[in-house]
Protein backbone atom coordinates (compact mmCIF):
# COMPACT_ATOMS: atom_id res chain seq x y z
CA UNK A 1 0.00 0.00 0.00
CA UNK A 2 0.93 3.60 -0.88
CA UNK A 3 -0.07 4.80 2.66
CA UNK A 4 3.20 6.71 3.19
CA UNK A 5 3.74 7.88 -0.30
CA UNK A 6 4.59 11.76 -0.45
CA UNK A 7 3.59 14.01 -3.55
CA UNK A 8 5.93 16.66 -4.03
CA UNK A 9 4.69 19.93 -4.39
CA UNK A 10 5.48 22.51 -7.15
CA UNK A 11 5.35 25.17 -4.55
CA UNK A 12 8.26 23.79 -2.63
CA UNK A 13 10.99 25.59 -4.35
CA UNK A 14 9.49 29.29 -4.06
CA UNK A 15 8.89 28.51 -0.03
CA UNK A 16 12.39 26.79 0.02
CA UNK A 17 14.05 30.04 -1.39
CA UNK A 18 11.90 32.84 0.88
CA UNK A 19 12.68 30.54 3.78
CA UNK A 20 16.32 32.02 3.36
CA UNK A 21 15.14 35.61 3.79
CA UNK A 22 12.06 35.60 5.62
CA UNK A 23 11.89 35.47 9.27
CA UNK A 24 7.88 34.21 8.87
CA UNK A 25 6.94 31.59 5.74
CA UNK A 26 3.07 31.07 6.44
CA UNK A 27 1.17 28.61 4.05
CA UNK A 28 -2.52 28.72 4.13
CA UNK A 29 -4.95 27.43 2.39
CA UNK A 30 -8.66 24.86 2.83
CA UNK A 31 -8.08 22.04 5.16
CA UNK A 32 -6.31 18.93 4.03
CA UNK A 33 -4.53 20.77 0.95
CA UNK A 34 -1.39 19.60 2.83
CA UNK A 35 -0.14 22.54 4.46
CA UNK A 36 1.59 20.91 7.52
CA UNK A 37 2.77 17.92 5.32
CA UNK A 38 4.65 20.34 2.88
CA UNK A 39 5.99 22.03 5.75
CA UNK A 40 7.10 18.97 7.95
CA UNK A 41 8.86 17.53 4.36
CA UNK A 42 10.71 21.10 3.88
CA UNK A 43 11.71 21.71 7.07
CA UNK A 44 11.86 18.41 9.73
CA UNK A 45 14.37 19.59 12.19
CA UNK A 46 12.19 22.62 12.68
CA UNK A 47 9.64 21.63 16.24
CA UNK A 48 6.20 21.62 15.55
CA UNK A 49 2.98 22.25 17.41
CA UNK A 50 -0.06 22.05 16.60
CA UNK A 51 -3.11 24.42 18.29
CA UNK A 52 -6.02 21.52 17.57
CA UNK A 53 -3.99 19.78 20.60
CA UNK A 54 -6.04 21.14 23.52
CA UNK A 55 -3.09 21.53 25.66
CA UNK A 56 -0.86 22.67 23.24
CA UNK A 57 -3.67 25.25 22.88
CA UNK A 58 -4.40 26.39 26.48
CA UNK A 59 -0.45 26.75 26.92
CA UNK A 60 -0.17 29.03 24.08
CA UNK A 61 -3.60 30.95 25.33
CA UNK A 62 -2.21 31.60 28.59
CA UNK A 63 1.27 32.56 28.34
CA UNK A 64 1.69 32.94 24.80
CA UNK A 65 5.45 34.39 25.51
CA UNK A 66 6.78 31.00 27.29
CA UNK A 67 4.68 29.31 24.38
CA UNK A 68 6.59 30.77 21.71
CA UNK A 69 10.34 31.52 23.74
CA UNK A 70 10.20 27.27 23.94
CA UNK A 71 12.94 27.31 21.19
CA UNK A 72 15.81 30.07 20.33
CA UNK A 73 15.67 29.33 17.02
CA UNK A 74 11.85 29.51 16.20
CA UNK A 75 9.06 26.47 15.54
CA UNK A 76 6.67 25.65 13.33
CA UNK A 77 3.21 26.10 14.71
CA UNK A 78 0.13 24.69 12.82
CA UNK A 79 -3.73 25.90 12.66
CA UNK A 80 -2.60 29.23 14.21
CA UNK A 81 -5.77 31.10 13.74
CA UNK A 82 -7.03 28.89 16.57
CA UNK A 83 -4.98 31.49 18.75
CA UNK A 84 -4.75 34.42 16.84
CA UNK A 85 -3.01 36.75 19.61
CA UNK A 86 -0.09 34.63 19.15
CA UNK A 87 0.66 36.49 15.69
CA UNK A 88 1.31 39.98 17.97
CA UNK A 89 3.75 38.61 19.74
CA UNK A 90 5.65 36.51 17.08
CA UNK A 91 5.74 39.98 15.16
CA UNK A 92 7.84 41.51 18.27
CA UNK A 93 9.94 38.05 18.49
CA UNK A 94 11.16 38.60 14.97
CA UNK A 95 11.39 42.37 15.15
CA UNK A 96 14.42 41.37 18.62
CA UNK A 97 15.34 38.68 16.49
CA UNK A 98 15.20 38.59 12.58
CA UNK A 99 17.57 35.25 12.63
CA UNK A 100 14.68 33.61 14.46
CA UNK A 101 12.14 31.66 11.98
CA UNK A 102 8.92 30.86 12.25
CA UNK A 103 6.71 28.92 9.76
CA UNK A 104 2.95 28.96 10.27
CA UNK A 105 -0.32 27.11 8.45
CA UNK A 106 -3.99 27.77 8.58
CA UNK A 107 -7.11 27.13 6.91
CA UNK A 108 -9.41 30.18 7.92
CA UNK A 109 -9.63 33.45 9.17
CA UNK A 110 -6.42 34.00 7.85
CA UNK A 111 -6.82 37.99 7.28
CA UNK A 112 -4.96 38.55 10.82
CA UNK A 113 -1.92 36.50 9.74
CA UNK A 114 -2.13 38.28 6.29
CA UNK A 115 -1.83 41.59 8.00
CA UNK A 116 0.83 40.93 10.15
CA UNK A 117 3.05 39.64 7.42
CA UNK A 118 2.40 43.19 5.24
CA UNK A 119 3.60 44.85 8.76
CA UNK A 120 7.23 42.88 8.29
CA UNK A 121 8.67 44.08 5.14
CA UNK A 122 10.97 41.81 3.88
CA UNK A 123 10.51 39.77 6.71
CA UNK A 124 7.63 37.95 6.58
CA UNK A 125 6.41 35.82 2.96
CA UNK A 126 2.64 34.20 2.50
CA UNK A 127 1.89 31.40 0.12
CA UNK A 128 -1.51 29.87 -0.59
CA UNK A 129 -1.94 26.18 -0.94
CA UNK A 130 -4.56 24.73 -2.91
CA UNK A 131 -5.87 21.11 -3.85
CA UNK A 132 -2.82 19.29 -6.36
CA UNK A 133 -2.56 19.83 -9.18
CA UNK A 134 -2.80 17.04 -12.31
CA UNK A 135 0.75 17.22 -12.83
CA UNK A 136 1.85 16.81 -8.99
CA UNK A 137 -0.50 13.84 -8.81
CA UNK A 138 0.20 12.47 -12.30
CA UNK A 139 1.87 9.16 -10.52
CA UNK A 140 -1.07 8.27 -8.96
CA UNK A 141 -3.58 9.92 -11.61
CA UNK A 142 -2.51 9.01 -15.32
CA UNK A 143 -4.65 6.07 -15.62
CA UNK A 144 -7.99 7.41 -14.47
CA UNK A 145 -10.45 8.21 -17.23
CA UNK A 146 -11.10 11.85 -17.48
CA UNK A 147 -14.60 11.74 -15.54
CA UNK A 148 -13.26 9.44 -13.03
CA UNK A 149 -10.15 11.92 -12.32
CA UNK A 150 -12.55 15.08 -12.08
CA UNK A 151 -14.78 13.01 -9.61
CA UNK A 152 -11.91 12.23 -7.69
CA UNK A 153 -10.46 15.53 -7.20
CA UNK A 154 -7.31 16.72 -6.79
CA UNK A 155 -7.04 16.39 -2.53
CA UNK A 156 -3.75 14.88 -1.73
CA UNK A 157 -5.28 12.32 0.34
CA UNK A 158 -6.84 11.15 -2.66
CA UNK A 159 -4.23 11.50 -4.57
CA UNK A 160 -2.53 9.71 -2.17
CA UNK A 161 -4.59 6.89 -2.24
CA UNK A 162 -5.06 7.56 1.82
CA UNK A 163 -8.37 8.04 1.23
CA UNK A 164 -11.49 7.52 -1.47
CA UNK A 165 -14.02 10.15 -2.92
CA UNK A 166 -16.94 8.73 -1.49
CA UNK A 167 -15.97 8.75 2.14
CA UNK A 168 -13.71 11.76 1.97
CA UNK A 169 -15.82 14.50 0.77
CA UNK A 170 -18.73 13.94 3.36
CA UNK A 171 -16.27 14.11 5.95
CA UNK A 172 -15.21 17.16 4.73
CA UNK A 173 -18.18 19.42 4.12
CA UNK A 174 -19.06 17.86 7.80
CA UNK A 175 -16.52 18.79 9.58
CA UNK A 176 -15.99 22.06 7.73
CA UNK A 177 -19.67 22.85 8.56
CA UNK A 178 -19.37 21.95 12.19
CA UNK A 179 -15.71 23.87 13.08
CA UNK A 180 -15.16 26.46 10.43
CA UNK A 181 -18.53 27.83 9.71
CA UNK A 182 -20.18 27.20 13.27
CA UNK A 183 -16.94 27.76 15.53
CA UNK A 184 -15.15 29.82 13.73
CA UNK A 185 -17.22 31.81 10.81
CA UNK A 186 -20.26 32.00 13.04
CA UNK A 187 -22.81 31.07 10.80
CA UNK A 188 -25.93 30.29 12.66
CA UNK A 189 -27.82 27.97 10.20
CA UNK A 190 -25.66 25.20 8.87
CA UNK A 191 -28.46 23.71 6.75
CA UNK A 192 -29.67 27.18 5.18
CA UNK A 193 -25.80 27.29 4.68
CA UNK A 194 -25.24 23.93 3.25
CA UNK A 195 -28.28 24.61 0.79
CA UNK A 196 -25.94 28.17 -0.16
CA UNK A 197 -22.98 25.63 -1.21
CA UNK A 198 -24.76 23.51 -3.00
CA UNK A 199 -26.44 26.36 -5.13
CA UNK A 200 -23.21 27.67 -5.52
CA UNK A 201 -21.87 24.56 -7.48
CA UNK A 202 -25.06 24.57 -9.73
CA UNK A 203 -23.58 27.56 -10.43
CA UNK A 204 -19.79 26.71 -11.25
CA UNK A 205 -18.38 28.92 -14.21
CA UNK A 206 -21.33 31.12 -14.15
CA UNK A 207 -21.37 34.89 -13.18
CA UNK A 208 -22.47 35.37 -9.92
CA UNK A 209 -25.45 37.02 -9.15
CA UNK A 210 -26.28 37.11 -5.64
CA UNK A 211 -29.63 38.35 -5.97
CA UNK A 212 -30.69 35.23 -7.56
CA UNK A 213 -29.24 33.22 -4.78
CA UNK A 214 -30.83 35.15 -2.40
CA UNK A 215 -34.38 34.83 -4.05
CA UNK A 216 -34.04 31.34 -4.18
CA UNK A 217 -32.81 31.08 -0.65
CA UNK A 218 -35.26 33.69 0.87
CA UNK A 219 -32.73 36.09 2.56
CA UNK A 220 -31.22 39.22 1.33
CA UNK A 221 -28.33 40.02 -0.49
CA UNK A 222 -26.12 40.92 2.25
CA UNK A 223 -26.37 37.45 3.64
CA UNK A 224 -25.73 35.71 0.27
CA UNK A 225 -22.49 38.02 0.51
CA UNK A 226 -21.42 37.66 3.15
CA UNK A 227 -21.75 33.86 2.65
CA UNK A 228 -19.70 34.11 -0.28
CA UNK A 229 -17.21 35.97 1.59
CA UNK A 230 -17.25 32.94 3.84
CA UNK A 231 -16.50 30.40 1.35
CA UNK A 232 -13.81 32.62 -0.15
CA UNK A 233 -12.15 32.93 3.43
CA UNK A 234 -11.98 29.21 3.65
CA UNK A 235 -10.77 29.04 0.43
CA UNK A 236 -13.14 26.89 -1.24
CA UNK A 237 -14.08 28.55 -3.59
CA UNK A 238 -12.40 31.26 -5.99
CA UNK A 239 -14.14 34.36 -7.58
CA UNK A 240 -12.57 34.91 -11.35
CA UNK A 241 -12.56 38.72 -12.25
CA UNK A 242 -13.57 39.68 -15.86
CA UNK A 243 -10.65 41.41 -17.87
CA UNK A 244 -10.82 45.05 -18.55
CA UNK A 245 -7.97 47.08 -19.46
CA UNK A 246 -9.54 50.15 -17.59
CA UNK A 247 -8.43 48.22 -13.81
CA UNK A 248 -11.13 50.65 -12.19
CA UNK A 249 -13.81 48.81 -14.49
CA UNK A 250 -12.45 45.33 -13.85
CA UNK A 251 -12.96 45.63 -10.16
CA UNK A 252 -16.53 46.57 -10.29
CA UNK A 253 -17.66 44.14 -12.41
CA UNK A 254 -19.59 40.62 -11.11
CA UNK A 255 -16.86 37.59 -11.02
CA UNK A 256 -17.12 34.10 -12.11
CA UNK A 257 -17.23 31.44 -9.56
CA UNK A 258 -15.24 28.50 -9.14
CA UNK A 259 -14.69 25.62 -6.46
CA UNK A 260 -11.25 25.25 -5.84
CA UNK A 261 -11.57 21.67 -5.74
CA UNK A 262 -13.41 19.60 -8.84
CA UNK A 263 -14.31 16.92 -6.55
CA UNK A 264 -15.58 19.40 -3.90
CA UNK A 265 -18.15 20.32 -6.54
CA UNK A 266 -19.48 16.74 -7.80
CA UNK A 267 -20.00 16.14 -3.95
CA UNK A 268 -21.92 18.89 -3.68
CA UNK A 269 -23.69 18.37 -6.99
CA UNK A 270 -24.60 14.85 -5.58
CA UNK A 271 -22.69 13.27 -8.48
CA UNK A 272 -21.82 9.92 -6.93
CA UNK A 273 -19.74 8.48 -9.30
CA UNK A 274 -17.74 8.59 -12.36
CA UNK A 275 -20.45 7.65 -14.42
CA UNK A 276 -23.05 9.66 -13.26
CA UNK A 277 -20.92 12.70 -13.86
CA UNK A 278 -19.99 11.38 -17.56
CA UNK A 279 -23.33 11.96 -18.50
CA UNK A 280 -24.25 14.92 -15.96
CA UNK A 281 -25.24 18.08 -17.38
CA UNK A 282 -22.72 20.18 -15.12
CA UNK A 283 -20.05 18.18 -16.71
CA UNK A 284 -18.62 20.50 -19.11
CA UNK A 285 -18.74 23.51 -16.27
CA UNK A 286 -16.78 20.88 -13.85
CA UNK A 287 -14.28 20.09 -16.51
CA UNK A 288 -13.43 24.04 -16.98
CA UNK A 289 -13.97 24.77 -12.84
CA UNK A 290 -10.46 22.13 -13.50
CA UNK A 291 -9.11 23.81 -15.90
CA UNK A 292 -9.19 27.55 -14.51
CA UNK A 293 -8.25 26.08 -11.11
CA UNK A 294 -4.67 24.82 -12.91
CA UNK A 295 -3.93 28.38 -13.80
CA UNK A 296 -4.86 29.69 -10.84
CA UNK A 297 -2.59 27.45 -8.93
CA UNK A 298 0.45 27.71 -11.38
CA UNK A 299 0.39 31.63 -10.18
CA UNK A 300 -0.18 30.26 -6.78
CA UNK A 301 2.59 28.04 -7.04
CA UNK A 302 5.04 30.51 -7.71
CA UNK A 303 4.17 32.78 -5.27
CA UNK A 304 2.02 35.34 -7.67
CA UNK A 305 -1.38 36.29 -7.00
CA UNK A 306 -4.13 37.81 -9.32
CA UNK A 307 -3.27 38.02 -13.42
CA UNK A 308 -5.90 35.09 -14.45
CA UNK A 309 -9.75 36.78 -15.41
CA UNK A 310 -12.04 35.54 -18.04
CA UNK A 311 -13.43 37.68 -20.96
CA UNK A 312 -16.63 38.98 -21.83
CA UNK A 313 -18.02 41.76 -23.54
CA UNK A 314 -21.37 43.38 -24.34
CA UNK A 315 -22.14 41.45 -27.27
CA UNK A 316 -21.33 38.27 -25.89
CA UNK A 317 -17.89 37.66 -27.30
CA UNK A 318 -16.14 35.48 -24.39
CA UNK A 319 -12.88 33.62 -23.51
CA UNK A 320 -12.41 31.73 -20.83
CA UNK A 321 -8.70 32.27 -19.31
CA UNK A 322 -7.11 35.10 -20.57
CA UNK A 323 -3.39 34.51 -18.11
CA UNK A 324 -1.83 38.25 -17.93
CA UNK A 325 2.08 37.78 -17.18
CA UNK A 326 4.36 40.76 -17.82
CA UNK A 327 1.60 42.82 -19.65
CA UNK A 328 0.97 40.32 -21.74
CA UNK A 329 -1.70 37.59 -22.53
CA UNK A 330 -1.91 34.10 -22.56
CA UNK A 331 -5.79 33.38 -23.90
CA UNK A 332 -7.32 29.61 -23.20
CA UNK A 333 -10.29 28.00 -24.27
CA UNK A 334 -11.95 25.44 -22.31
CA UNK A 335 -13.91 22.30 -23.78
CA UNK A 336 -14.64 19.19 -22.57
CA UNK A 337 -15.25 17.30 -25.74
CA UNK A 338 -13.20 14.96 -27.13
CA UNK A 339 -13.70 15.40 -30.32
CA UNK A 340 -11.85 18.96 -32.09
CA UNK A 341 -13.80 21.10 -33.71
CA UNK A 342 -12.35 24.15 -35.80
CA UNK A 343 -15.22 26.30 -34.38
CA UNK A 344 -13.51 26.12 -30.79
CA UNK A 345 -10.92 28.40 -32.30
CA UNK A 346 -13.21 31.23 -33.31
CA UNK A 347 -13.39 33.39 -30.25
CA UNK A 348 -9.07 32.67 -29.95
CA UNK A 349 -8.83 34.01 -33.60
CA UNK A 350 -10.97 37.07 -33.08
CA UNK A 351 -9.22 38.54 -29.19
CA UNK A 352 -7.03 40.50 -30.74
CA UNK A 353 -10.22 42.50 -32.06
CA UNK A 354 -11.80 43.61 -28.83
CA UNK A 355 -8.32 44.42 -26.55
CA UNK A 356 -5.33 46.10 -27.20
CA UNK A 357 -3.02 44.09 -24.80
CA UNK A 358 -0.73 41.74 -26.89
CA UNK A 359 -1.58 38.61 -26.77
CA UNK A 360 1.63 36.00 -26.87
CA UNK A 361 -0.15 32.41 -26.62
CA UNK A 362 -3.42 31.24 -27.84
CA UNK A 363 -4.43 27.66 -26.53
CA UNK A 364 -7.28 25.29 -26.88
CA UNK A 365 -7.46 22.90 -23.54
CA UNK A 366 -10.00 19.41 -23.94
CA UNK A 367 -10.15 16.05 -23.83
CA UNK A 368 -9.03 14.70 -26.91
CA UNK A 369 -6.09 13.07 -28.08
CA UNK A 370 -5.43 15.11 -31.07
CA UNK A 371 -2.71 17.77 -30.39
CA UNK A 372 -0.74 21.05 -32.62
CA UNK A 373 1.59 22.91 -30.70
CA UNK A 374 2.98 24.50 -33.89
CA UNK A 375 0.12 26.36 -34.92
CA UNK A 376 -0.95 29.90 -33.84
CA UNK A 377 -3.36 28.43 -31.75
CA UNK A 378 -2.50 25.31 -29.68
CA UNK A 379 -4.26 22.59 -29.28
CA UNK A 380 -3.67 20.55 -25.95
CA UNK A 381 -5.05 17.56 -24.33
CA UNK A 382 -5.61 18.83 -20.68
CA UNK A 383 -3.02 16.37 -19.19
CA UNK A 384 -0.18 18.01 -20.66
CA UNK A 385 -1.15 21.68 -20.01
CA UNK A 386 2.27 21.77 -18.23
CA UNK A 387 3.99 21.30 -21.39
CA UNK A 388 3.02 24.92 -22.31
CA UNK A 389 4.57 26.12 -19.21
CA UNK A 390 1.29 26.12 -17.28
CA UNK A 391 2.00 23.84 -14.67
Not at 83 to 100: A, H, M, T
Not at 228 to 240: H, K, M, P, R, W
Not at 278 to 289: T, V
Not at 302 to 328: A, C, H, W
Request: proline share 4%; aromatic share 10%; hydrophobic share 35%.
Amino acid sequence: MAINLYLHRTIEGIIKEASQYFSVISVTGPRQSGKSTLLKHLFPDVPKYSLKDVNVREFAEHDPIAFLRQHPNGMFIDEVQKVPQLLEYIQGIVDDNPDCQFLLTGSSNFELLHDMCESLPGRAGVYELLPMTYHEAESTMREMQTDEFLYNGLYPAICAKKNKAHLFYPSYVKTYLERDVRDLLKVKDQIQFMKFMKLCAARVGAIFNASEIAAQLGVDNKTVTNWLSVLQASYLITLLPPYYENISKRLVKSPKLYFNDPGLACFLLDIESPRQLERDKMRGAIFENYVVMEVIKYRYNRGLLNGVYFYRDSNQNEVDILLKEEGEITAIEVKSSMTYHTSFENSLSKLSEWIKTPITNKMVVYTGDFENTASDIKILNYRHLHRSGLS
